[in-house]
């Protein structure tokens, strides 16, 4: 059954105000904030209505009602009116975002803290799941005599630098022909693809201090490809949430905090997302804490 016009303004009107205040909405405060020019009586039967579609749903205490899951699926997709990034917020997105480019995890954290900046609430943002991301070079760097400096960098942009420790002495040419031949090696192909391949197998094998130095390298280096399988997941602005209405109960705020506490089942939930924008509303989430 299709809503009238009228009972889409109320429907519109009992989810923006109980969003602001988390409070029933009732028939009286509807007519006088709306100006739908007909009677409280009228505004209560047609919510009656609304209420016996599924739409709201009241409260036992209360004779106000409050949006139903439905009710606000039916205004996330039709009613919803579009919010507009002004100059300032488009600047800050801008100059944040240009100033980390070259890092990639740098821009992703970024991103999230722009978004609970701009929105007042909590948010989050995770890096890619990278098993298909592909290798673009790999780069040994010199730190002192026991110790240098494994850089891989992944066509993304993803930039990983991870501290390997050695027991055998090197040159700088020896890193340099190392670092030569795992790019030829490993460039373009996936982690994945890498992690399942044999390792460099006798590098410059006529030259004893080459396989050394190769056997010193590649373990660390294949643990770092396996971190880098691992997501980023960054979280800013928990605390926003307690200025909510709804969380102002603490066994709410309780709940939502300690679902962001089980960040290895949070990931999980998001990474088997589909693409896209997706609003998810009440039941639709994937655990009652959401």
């Known amino acids: 059954m299709e809503l009238s016009e009228r009972q889409l303004q109320i429907l519109q009107a009992v989810v923006d105000d109980y969003v602001q205040n988390a409070e029933p909405v009732g028939s009286r405060s509807i007519s006088k904030k709306c100006?739908?020019?007909?009677?409280?009586?009228?505004?209560?039967?047609?919510?009656?209505d609304l209420e016996e579609m599924g739409y709201?749903?009241?409260?036992?205490?209360?004779?106000?009602?409050?949006p139903s899951d439905k009710g606000y699926r039916l205004y996330v997709n039709e009613l919803m009116k579009k919010k507009s990034l002004s100059a300032k917020e488009k600047r800050a997105i801008s100059d944040r975002l240009s100033a980390s480019r070259d890092e990639f995890d740098a821009t992703i954290k970024h991103a999230a803290e722009l978004l609970s900046e701009i929105t007042?609430?909590?948010?989050?943002?995770?890096?890619?799941?990278?098993?298909?991301?592909?290798?673009?070079?790999v780069k040994l760097l010199p730190v002192d005599e026991r110790t240098i400096i494994l850089m891989i960098v992944a066509n993304s942009g993803s930039i990983t630098n991870t501290t390997v420790r050695i027991n055998t002495p090197y040159d700088l040419d020896s890193l340099e022909l190392l670092s030569k031949t795992m790019t030829?090696?490993?460039?373009d192909r996936t982690i994945d693809e890498v992690l399942k391949e044999?390792?460099?197998?006798?590098?410059g094998s006529d030259i004893e201090a080459?396989?050394?130095?190769?056997?010193?390298?590649m373990p660390g280096f294949m643990r770092t490809l396996e971190d880098m399988l691992n997501v980023n997941l960054y979280?800013?602005?928990l605390t926003?949430?307690?200025n909510i209405p709804e969380y102002s109960s603490i066994d709410k705020a309780k709940a939502f905090l300690e679902l962001f506490n089980r960040k290895e089942e949070f990931t999980r939930n998001m990474l088997s997302r589909g693409d896209g924008v997706i609003v998810t509303i009440g039941e639709e989430n994937m655990t009652d804490s959401m």
């Open 198 to 203: 044999a390792l460099i197998e006798d590098v």
């Open 210 to 217: 080459m396989t050394l130095l190769n056997g010193n390298v």
């Open 184 to 187: 030829v090696n490993y460039k």
């Open 120 to 137: 007042h609430l909590a948010s989050f943002a995770m890096t890619p799941a990278s098993n298909q991301d592909t290798l673009n070079f």
């Open 240 to 242: 926003n949430i307690f």
């Open 235 to 237: 979280m800013e602005g």
């Open 35 to 48: 100006g739908l020019g007909v009677s409280p009586a009228t505004i209560r039967n047609e919510m009656a």
């Open 56 to 66: 709201l749903t009241h409260p036992h205490t209360s004779a106000g009602r409050i």
